[in-house]
């Protein structure tokens, strides 16, 4: 079973950046695709941003295309999201999430797909 630990959240000024990480526990990673996603309260969970298994597809919500950058090594079992250039708007809890094997076309925003959840890690961006 896979485990997924998200940490690196944090209060940050607008301007600022953060690298949240996901690491995971109890199986390989390299056979899974993994999803950040975002939720704030009142509002359905959203998809910011995926990487297939191989590391060789990556998607961005539009929100946060040229700002954010998601990475993996399969090695260490870790996901990493980049956050520069924060936003008040970016204010939410993040959560990693995988799914075996890919997800194509837009599938990725869906968080109704993905198998297994980390408990998630609050980012607040305000002065």
């Known amino acids: 079973q896979l485990q997924l630990v998200e940490s690196g959240g944090g209060l940050v000024q607008p301007g600022g950046s953060l690298r949240l990480s996901c690491v995971a526990s109890?199986?390989?990673?390299?056979?899974?695709?993994i999803g950040w996603f975002r939720q704030v309260p009142g509002k359905e969970r959203e998809g910011v941003s995926f990487?297939?298994?191989?590391?060789?597809?990556?998607h961005y919500a539009d929100s946060v295309k040229g700002r954010f950058t998601i990475s993996r090594d399969n090695a260490r079992k870790t996901v990493d999201l980049q956050m520069n250039i924060l936003k008040p708007e970016d204010t939410a809890v993040y959560y990693c999430?995988?799914?075996?094997?890919?997800?194509?076309?837009?599938?990725?925003?869906?968080?109704?797909?993905?198998?297994?959840w980390g408990q998630g890690t609050q980012v607040t961006v305000s002065s």
């Open positions: 990487i297939n298994p191989g590391g060789g597809i990556i």
């Open positions: 109890g199986s390989t990673l390299n056979i899974y695709a």
């Open positions: 999430a995988a799914v075996l094997g890919g997800l194509g076309g837009e599938y990725w925003r869906d968080s109704s797909r993905y198998v297994y």
